[in-house]
């Protein structure tokens, strides 16, 4: 505590409330804002300030998640759109999201158990068309198109993960990758577009794809 330095006082002072109040914030499992979603597991916090957060009714966080700061759950494009089930967005027990992360799901986006997320990662189940040259980019909305991560896997900063794609078990995806196609099980991928670089068999051998 800077006790001899009034301005510097009134600044601890200010961070501390800060902290004091985005601990507060978070969305943990006994916090009223949890009985929003369909699920948030025992042990998991949602880190204050948020990005975005829709279709909470939708939306399952497994146990023992950290969600980091600045990040965006959406099931759906808003707070009122009606949705097609009450599981469009879940992730698995332990995974981790990091800061400035953004899941946006409309048909289903699910996260397996132990997936860690580096900051700034972008996943969505849906695209826009651009066949339409009379009408803008952004109102020609493709059909949805599932996206599944399996368990274990790891997905770099800045990665982008697109509609339709599979990532298996236990992959990793480098930073700045787009992830366009599917990907195997015990695998490394990088690249805008995504390709595999290296994947292991279930016995540990690994060898580089030709």
Request: glycine content about 10%; hydrophobic content about 40%; proline content about 6%.
């Amino acid at each position: 505590m800077n006790s001899g330095n009034p301005k510097l006082w009134r600044a601890d002072a200010f961070a501390g409330a800060a902290d004091w109040f985005h601990k507060r914030a978070a969305i943990m499992a006994t916090s009223r804002r949890a009985n929003r979603f369909a699920q948030f597991g025992a042990g998991s916090v949602m880190c204050h300030p948020w990005a975005a957060l829709y279709g909470e009714h939708a939306i399952r966080v497994g146990e023992d998640c950290l969600i980091g700061p600045y990040c965006s759950l959406s099931a759906g494009m808003g707070p009122d759109q009606e949705l097609v089930s009450d599981e469009i967005l879940v992730i698995g027990d332990r995974c981790l999201i990091g800061r400035n992360s953004s899941l946006v799901a409309h048909l289903s986006v699910v996260i397996g158990a132990d997936v860690f997320f580096g900051p700034n990662v972008y996943v969505t189940d849906q695209n826009h068309a651009v066949d339409d040259l009379t009408a803008p980019i952004g109102r020609q909305a493709l059909p949805e198109s599932p996206v599944e991560i399996g368990d274990g896997s790891w997905i770099g900063t800045n990665a982008v993960v697109l509609p339709g794609v599979t990532i298996g078990r236990h992959v990793a995806v480098g930073a700045g990758s787009v992830v366009t196609t599917d990907l195997p099980d015990y695998s490394v991928a990088v690249g805008s577009p995504a390709r595999v670089v290296r994947t292991a068999n279930n016995a540990g051998t690994t060898y580089n794809p030709t």
